[in-house]
C-alpha cells in the first residue's frame, strides 16, 4: 500500500515543499521563456489548445508526478504578465515578492478567519492591522475583502441597515459597475446616475440630483475610476451629501494608494468624510490578489453583519473572552490576506510603498507628455493617476480596436480600452514601478506601426 501525499504543514511540510518549490519556480521560468512576451500569441483558441494539450486526462487512474512543473508551465506560458511593460490593460499589477513570500506561509498554514479557534495569531493580526489602515482614511474600523466589487456591495448593506430598505443609492456615470448591481443583489430602488460629462461627478450636478429625492440616499463617489483614473471632487461632494443628509460611500480601491505618497496624499482630502472606504491594495499596494478593504467610520455599523453559530462563536465562548469573528465578513471561510499586508507595510514602509505610487504616476505623466510629442497619436488628457488614454490619431473607432486586438492576438501588448468624450481610446495604466522611458516608447511605436494610413 502506497503513503498518502504529503502535506503542506506539519512535522514533515517544510521537507516536502522544498523540492516541490524548486519545481515551481523553475516551471514558471520555463513558461515565461516560452511564452516570450507580455500574453500568449494566437489568441483564445490556441491558448485553449496548449492548456487542454497540458491537462491530458484530468483524472487518471495512476497519478502523473510531473504535473505539478507540466500545469504550471503551461500556466505561465499562457498568463498575461502584469510584470512586463507593455502589458497595461487593467488594474492588474505585478506582486510585490516579499507579499507573495507571505502569501505562500499564509496557504501553508491556512488558517480560516471564521473562528478564533482556526486562526490564533491571524485574528490578532487582522485586528492590529485593519484598525490601523482604517486611521489612514479617518475611519474607526476596516474590514478585509475581495476586492472593490465586495467592498461596495458591504457598503450598500451597511447603508441599508442604517437608513432602511427604501434608502436610494446616487452615482456618477463613470462609477464601477459593482455598484448598481449591488443595488440589485440587495434588493434596494433603482439607483440614480448622474451624467458625469468630465468624468467626474459634479457637486452641482448631485446637489440637483439629491434635492429631487425623497426618503435615504447614499452617495457613491470615486477616487480613481476604472476608465481614466479620475477622481471626483471629494470635499465638495461631502459638503454636499451633509447637506442633503445623505450618506457616502467612497470608492478609492484605485485612488486609495495615494494614501501613502507624501507628495500625492493631499488629492484625498475629503476621503475622512465619508462613512465607508474601499480600498484595494492589489492596486496600488502590489499585493497578489486578493487584498481589499472596506473602513467604516463608525464601527456601531458593523453590528449588522453579526451572526451567530454555535459551532464557531458559542455565546459563552464569546463571553469567556474568544474573539467573535463571524460578523467581520460576508464570506464564513476567509484566508488571511491579511499577513501579506502587514509583512509589506512593515517591509516598505510609508516611504517605500509611497515611492512606488509616486514613480508609477510619475511614468503615466511620462507617457502623456510622450504621445503628446508625436503628430500621429491623441491624447485625452493629463492622467489623473497611473491611466493613460490615448489613440491614434484620425482614424475611426473600428480602426483603434482593431489595433488593440492585434497586438493582443501577437502577444506584443496588452492595452485596454476605454469610452469618453464619444469615442473610443487605448488605456495604458502604469502598475509596473519598473517600467523606463524605453518601454513606453516601445507601446506607442506599436501602436504607430500597428495603425493603417
Known amino acids: 500500500m502506497s503513503s498518502p501525499p504529503p502535506l503542506a504543514s506539519g512535522p514533515e511540510g517544510l521537507r516536502a515543499l522544498r523540492p516541490l518549490l524548486h519545481d515551481v519556480l523553475d516551471a514558471l521560468d520555463t513558461g515565461t521563456r516560452a511564452r516570450g512576451g507580455p500574453l500568449p500569441a494566437g ?38 504578465d502584469p510584470a512586463d511593460p507593455l502589458c497595461t490593460a487593467h488594474l492588474h499589477g505585478p506582486p510585490l515578492a516579499v507579499a507573495t513570500a507571505a502569501d505562500l506561509a499564509a496557504s501553508v498554514l491556512n488558517p480560516s478567519l471564521d473562528s478564533w479557534d482556526q486562526a490564533p495569531a491571524a485574528s490578532a493580526l487582522e485586528a492590529l492591522v485593519t ?103 471629494l470635499p465638495e461632494i461631502a459638503d454636499v451629501c451633509a447637506l442633503h443628509g445623505a450618506r457616502l460611500h467612497i470608492d478609492a480601491a484605485y485612488g486609495g494608494g495615494l494614501l501613502f505618497s507624501t507628495r500625492r496624499r493631499a488629492r484625498l482630502t475629503g476621503l475622512d468624510r465619508a462613512h465607508t472606504v ?94 503628446t510629442a508625436r503628430p500621429g497619436l491623441d491624447l485625452h488628457a493629463p492622467p489623473g493617476l497611473s491611466t493613460v488614454l ?22 506584443r501588448a496588452v492595452l485596454g480600452r476605454a469610452r469618453a468624450d464619444g469615442r473610443l481610446w487605448l488605456k495604458a495604466t502604469l502598475l509596473n514601478p519598473e517600467t523606463r522611458t524605453d518601454d513606453l516608447t516601445a507601446l506607442l511605436d506599436l501602436v504607430e506601426g500597428h495603425t493603417p494610413r
Open 278 to 371: 474601499a480600498l484595494d491594495l492589489h492596486k496600488l499596494g502590489w499585493q497578489p490578489i486578493a487584498a481589499g478593504l472596506l473602513t467604516v467610520r463608525d464601527a456601531a455599523d458593523l453590528a449588522a453583519l453579526g451572526q451567530q453559530a454555535d459551532y464557531l462563536n458559542a455565546d459563552d465562548d464569546t463571553d469567556a473572552g474568544l474573539p467573535d469573528l463571524l460578523g467581520r465578513s460576508l464570506r464564513t471561510t476567509r484566508r488571511p490576506d491579511i499577513l501579506k499586508i502587514a509583512v509589506t507595510l512593515r517591509t516598505l514602509g510609508r516611504g517605500g510603498l509611497g515611492a512606488l505610487v509616486d514613480r508609477v504616476c510619475d511614468r503615466a505623466e511620462e507617457l502623456a507628455a510622450l504621445v
Open 131 to 233: 484598525r490601523a489602515l482604517a486611521r489612514e482614511t479617518g475611519a474607526a474600523d476596516a474590514l478585509v475583502t475581495t476586492g472593490a466589487t465586495e467592498s461596495n456591495l458591504l457598503a450598500l448593506l451597511l447603508a441599508r441597515e442604517a437608513q432602511g430598505p427604501a434608502v436610494r443609492l446616487v452615482h456618477g456615470a463613470a462609477a464601477h459597475h459593482s455598484l448598481p448591481r449591488a443595488t440589485w443583489l440587495l434588493g434596494l430602488p433603482r439607483p440614480v446616475t448622474v451624467p458625469t460629462p468630465a468624468g467626474t461627478l459634479d457637486p452641482a450636478a448631485l446637489d440637483g440630483a439629491l434635492a429631487g429625492l425623497t426618503g435615504p440616499s447614499v452617495v457613491a463617489a470615486t477616487a480613481g475610476t476604472t476608465d481614466a483614473g479620475l477622481l471626483d471632487p
Open 390 to 411: 490615448f489613440r491614434p490619431a484620425g482614424v475611426p473607432d473600428d480602426t483603434v480596436a482593431a489595433v488593440r486586438r492585434t497586438l493582443l492576438a501577437e502577444g
Open 43 to 80: 489568441g483564445p483558441d490556441a491558448v485553449a489548445a496548449r492548456v487542454r494539450d497540458a491537462v491530458g486526462e484530468l483524472l487518471p487512474e495512476r497519478g502523473d508526478p510531473a504535473a505539478l512543473r507540466t500545469l504550471v508551465t503551461a500556466l505561465a506560458e499562457g498568463s498575461a
